[in-house]
């Protein structure tokens, strides 16, 4: 389902299919504002990008707005990127500048064509910005009101972010992007490793969906295993590349962000024995290493924002 590490094709999933509906409706909808929400490489950026890349294609005008690198993006930004989109230079005072985009928005959709903005990263943007967001959606030109449909795309931040502003929180339709279900995984797998000319047996297969289901670390897991294949002089990955790869991976990321063995086990819910034996391939029955690699993430997560 992703172009951003394989442009040519996209891989279908429901959710995509999802994605889409919800971005025709925001569409059609003006006034609206529309929220898509999930984790780092779930795929919500590429599934956006994806839709309204068809439905600019139809003749609608498609704002793309990400935020500035050392900068956090503010509503007079917002305007100005609009406004550049129809050809203008922005008004320098924001009261200027918001009559300026009343003006441009009005004429525009007097040629019914409908406006729609997107802003990705719209997790970093500011309470203030959020705020100010309903002002843009309440424009009106003549006896119409709601000249234009916003769509943002985001980490799970958002949510809290969204709840301190409520005023922008009720009027907002959010969609979460889910992970990929058993089977998808499992197709994407075997698509993946395709796109990397390698074959997959089907215990590697089972054993990398046992314990991810996001698509951007089933991609970057393949990828990895690909090369080992390359240096080995296989074309085939195995179940055996695939524990080495997982094992090296998670302690990898443990030695990174200072995360020991008792408190992967407490996140996870094992004893400290157990999450040793299962990092050492030893452990005796079925474990849970979905669950141990979602508290390994949580960890990092912690981790990263505390450094931050």
């Given amino acids: 389902m992703f172009r951003v590490t394989y442009p040519e094709k996209m891989f279908e999933t429901k959710a995509l299919r999802q994605i889409a509906q919800a971005c025709e409706r925001a569409v059609m909808h ?5 929220a898509i929400i999930g984790e780092v490489g779930v795929g919500k950026s590429t599934a956006v990008y994806n839709a309204m890349g068809t439905i600019e294609e139809a003749g609608v005008h ?64 500011g309470r203030e910005t959020l705020r100010a ?56 797998c075997e698509w993946v490793a395709g796109w990397e000319d390698v074959k997959i047996d089907p215990p590697a297969v089972r054993i990398i969906c046992r314990k991810l289901h996001n698509p951007l670390r089933i991609a970057s ?15 085939k990955i195995t179940a055996e590349m695939c524990k080495e790869i997982w094992t090296k991976n998670i302690r990898t990321q443990m030695d990174q962000y200072g995360i020991t063995h008792k408190e992967l086990a407490d996140a996870a819910g094992y004893s400290r024995s157990a999450v040793t034996m299962m990092l050492a ?22 981790r990263a924002g505390k450094g931050a």
């Fill in 62 to 125: 498609v704002i793309w707005i990400s935020q500035p690198e050392k900068e956090l993006l503010r509503v007079g930004g917002i305007m100005a990127v609009i406004i550049r989109h129809f050809g203008e230079d922005p008004r320098r005072y924001i009261e200027a500048r918001t009559e300026q985009l009343r003006r441009i928005l009005g004429v525009k959709t007097q040629e019914d064509k409908p406006i729609c903005v997107m802003i990705d990263e719209a997790h970093a943007l």
């Fill in 133 to 188: 967001l309903k002002r843009v959606l309440e424009l009106g030109f003549g006896r119409r009101m709601g000249l234009l449909s916003i769509i943002l795309v985001a980490q799970p931040e958002l949510y809290e972010k969204l709840r301190t502003v409520p005023e922008i929180n009720l009027r907002t339709r959010k969609i979460e992007m889910p992970r990929f279900t058993d089977s998808e995984a499992e197709h994407y």
């Fill in 221 to 235: 897991i393949i990828s990895q295993l690909a090369e080992i294949c390359e240096s080995v002089g296989e074309k």
């Fill in 281 to 302: 391939g030893q452990y005796p029955g079925k474990p849970n290493e979905f669950k141990l690699n979602e508290a390994l993430e949580d960890l990092v997560a912690q």
């Fill in 30 to 34: 003006p006034g609206s504002i529309t």
